[in-house]
């Protein structure tokens, strides 16, 4: 019957001794167990590759699904090896596309039938390119088998390329995310000091707006023509000329001034008073009518 040392049991040197059975349980696991593990097996870290690893055939796939149609797959065979898409190098394209359809064509029939159309099509041009040329008429070249094939590659990468630039804007839920605040406020309302020098220089304020905003009212005044009149009648009473300037009041206005031309006009009109002037130039005078010469 085999005894098992202390658990605390250490080397010469003051190491932590390894006792019988973890030996045999550790195997080829190295002293120095603070390197990063390579796997875990089982949930147990596995530092050195074992001799007897046995990798099974089907672990290691390719999935097409990645790929978004024969397109997609031709165009990556064709960048990845930077071939000229504008002369593509039709036999070692095949070749490679082929193999990737004998891939999944053993896996999933209903994948491989949408590649198979494509690898037809590989198959016709590289036929075609084999064959000599058409005749055509003089001074044309012959088509190009693979015109067709290279200008659906080129609008394909356009509108691939036009998509990721897309895919890279921000989008809501993806890389923006809405975020709310919620400011807590107090129930009772604080309000602001106002001293009395406050209130006087909103009151200056107001002031001074007022100042800014004047109004001028324009009044019509009512002037007859019949009341001017009897006021030149009743200056010329008792007087037996009257110069024509003393006839009018300039601290009145101008309508006034107006209006009393208009009775005068209206006056010598009726024959009620008479203008005269005694020669040119010189002042004109204003008598009734009725007054004796």
């Given at each position: 019957m085999s005894t098992r040392p202390p658990s605390d049991s250490?080397?010469?040197?003051?190491?932590?001794?390894?006792?019988?059975?973890?030996?045999?349980?550790?195997?080829?696991?190295?002293?120095?167990?603070?390197?990063?593990?390579?796997?875990?097996?089982?949930?147990?870290?596995?530092?050195?590759?074992?001799?007897d690893l046995y990798i099974?055939?089907?672990?290691?796939?390719?999935?097409?699904?990645?790929?978004e149609g024969p397109l997609d797959l031709l165009l990556y065979l064709i960048r990845?090896?930077?071939?000229?898409?504008?002369?593509?190098?039709?036999?070692?394209?095949?070749?490679?596309?082929?193999?990737?359809?004998?891939?999944?064509?053993?896996?999933?029939?209903?994948l491989a039938a949408e590649y198979l159309l494509m690898a037809a099509m590989l198959i016709e041009i590289k036929s075609r390119m084999l064959l000599p040329p058409k005749k055509t008429a003089e001074g044309?070249?012959?088509?190009?088998?693979?015109?067709?094939?290279?200008?659906?590659?080129?609008?394909?990468?356009?509108?691939?390329?036009?998509?990721?630039?897309l895919n890279e804007i921000p989008q809501y839920g993806r890389d923006v995310m809405r975020v709310?605040?919620?400011?807590?406020?107090?129930?009772?309302?604080?309000?602001p000091d106002v001293t009395v020098v406050d209130l006087q220089d909103a009151w200056?304020?107001?002031?001074?707006?007022?100042?800014?905003?004047?109004?001028?009212?324009?009044?019509?005044?009512?002037?007859?023509v019949r009341e001017h009149m009897s006021i030149v009648l009743r200056k010329l009473q008792g007087a037996r000329f009257v110069e024509f300037e003393d006839l009018f009041d300039p601290s009145r206005g101008m309508p006034v001034l107006v209006v009393t031309f208009v009775a005068l006009l209206e006056l010598c009109k009726e024959g009620l008073i008479d203008v005269t002037q005694a020669e040119a130039f010189a002042p004109i005078y204003v008598r009734l009518a009725y007054t004796p010469a």
């Amino acid at each position: 019957m085999s005894t098992r040392p202390p658990s605390d049991s250490r080397t010469a040197d003051g190491a932590p001794a390894l006792l019988p059975a973890d030996a045999a349980g550790l195997g080829a696991m190295p002293q120095v167990i603070d390197q990063v593990a390579l796997a875990r097996l089982y949930g147990e870290p596995l530092f050195a590759m074992p001799h007897d690893l046995y990798i099974p055939p089907d672990a290691l796939k390719v999935f097409l699904e990645a790929f978004e149609g024969p397109l997609d797959l031709l165009l990556y065979l064709i960048r990845r090896q930077n071939f000229n898409i504008l002369d593509i190098p039709m036999a070692a394209v095949t070749r490679q596309y082929l193999s990737y359809v004998d891939e999944i064509r053993s896996t999933n029939l209903e994948l491989a039938a949408e590649y198979l159309l494509m690898a037809a099509m590989l198959i016709e041009i590289k036929s075609r390119m084999l064959l000599p040329p058409k005749k055509t008429a003089e001074g044309q070249e012959p088509e190009d088998p693979r015109a067709e094939l290279v200008r659906r590659l080129l609008e394909y990468e356009q509108i691939k390329l036009a998509a990721q630039k897309l895919n890279e804007i921000p989008q809501y839920g993806r890389d923006v995310m809405r975020v709310q605040v919620f400011v807590e406020q107090a129930l009772q309302p604080r309000f602001p000091d106002v001293t009395v020098v406050d209130l006087q220089d909103a009151w200056r304020d107001i002031v001074k707006r007022a100042k800014l905003v004047q109004h001028h009212v324009i009044s019509r005044e009512e002037l007859s023509v019949r009341e001017h009149m009897s006021i030149v009648l009743r200056k010329l009473q008792g007087a037996r000329f009257v110069e024509f300037e003393d006839l009018f009041d300039p601290s009145r206005g101008m309508p006034v001034l107006v209006v009393t031309f208009v009775a005068l006009l209206e006056l010598c009109k009726e024959g009620l008073i008479d203008v005269t002037q005694a020669e040119a130039f010189a002042p004109i005078y204003v008598r009734l009518a009725y007054t004796p010469a």
